[in-house]
């Protein structure tokens, strides 16, 4: 049987954090669907397609990884594609609290599946997409931490 894991984000936009975690978690199961999450609560600054069009780039060549969308329950999202495993990364104790409440909401909404949780390389936990956001809104240099695609269209973006 194929195991397939989401790794489900906001992804705005997609840093070498997330690059990390994606490396890792496709060594542990055999389909990994990276899903950005469509959240009408948030007011992005990437569009959903440029976010997905962004990971492609960067993620072009890691076999058995799959860019998405989804709106809607993380928990239906999973059953209807059938994956088993949500994966998220923990940089921090604060990270914990949040991601902690989430897994057992989401295990509560669907019991078959379980949350996995992976550190990152140690140069890349104090990354945020957030942090990423506010260096290239200054006109900071932020290619160490993205891909050169999303260094690009960050710039794009600020240009405006
Ligand atoms: P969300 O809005 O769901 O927090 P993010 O795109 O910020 O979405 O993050 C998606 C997942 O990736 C979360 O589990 C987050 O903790 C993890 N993550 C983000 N940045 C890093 C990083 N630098 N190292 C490891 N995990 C990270």
Do not use: W
């Amino acid at each position: 049987m194929k195991r397939t894991a989401i790794y489900p984000g906001s992804f705005d936009p997609l840093t070498k954090g997330h690059e990390d975690i994606i490396r890792r978690s496709i060594k542990l199961v055999d389909r990994l669907i990276v899903a950005v999450a469509i959240n009408p609560s948030k007011q992005p600054l990437l569009s959903v397609d440029a976010r997905i069009a962004l990971m492609e780039t960067a993620l072009a060549g890691v076999e058995g990884v799959e860019c998405r969308s989804f709106d809607g329950l993380l928990a239906d999202f999973a059953r209807a594609n059938d994956a088993t495993v949500v994966v998220r990364g923990l940089r921090a104790v604060s990270d914990f609290e949040f991601e902690f409440q989430m897994a057992l909401m989401n295990r509560k909404l669907h019991d078959e599946l379980e949350t996995i949780f992976l550190v990152p390389a140690l140069n890349q936990t104090f990354l945020s997409s957030s942090l990423v956001r506010e260096v290239a809104r200054f006109g900071g240099d932020v290619s160490s931490f993205v891909h050169p695609a999303v260094a690009e269209a960050l710039a794009e973006v600020y240009a405006k």
